[in-house]
């Protein structure tokens, strides 16, 4: 019998989707003074950026150093960016 530490870990993370995509939602409607904040300040090459743009930069370049893939990275920046074109 193997561990079934993940696999549960596996049938969690469709639960926890739906309270990531709200998560992301609420996020994204924020202030813009309160994203630069969080996101911090961005570097010249990146200067003019939107707020919410720069936070997903920020946000996915969290997700590689945690070490997801760069598809599942990809699709978190594709998510992000629909949620802001949906908000606007």
Do not use: C, H, Y
């Not at 049938?11 to 409607?29: K, S, T």
């Not at 309160?34 to 996915?60: C, I, N, Q, T, Y």
Request: charged share 25%; aromatic share 4%; no cysteine.
């Amino acid at each position: 019998m193997g561990s079934t530490r993940g696999s549960s870990r596996r049938d969690l993370i469709p639960l926890l989707r739906p309270l990531g995509g709200a998560l992301i939602a609420g996020l994204f409607a924020l202030p813009d003074p309160v994203l630069r904040r969080l996101a911090g300040s961005p570097p010249e090459s990146a200067a003019g950026l939107e707020p919410d743009a720069w936070l997903v930069a920020r946000l996915s370049e969290i997700a590689r150093r945690l070490g997801l893939s760069r598809e599942r990275v990809r699709q978190f920046e594709q998510r992000a960016m629909l949620k802001l074109r949906k908000a606007s």
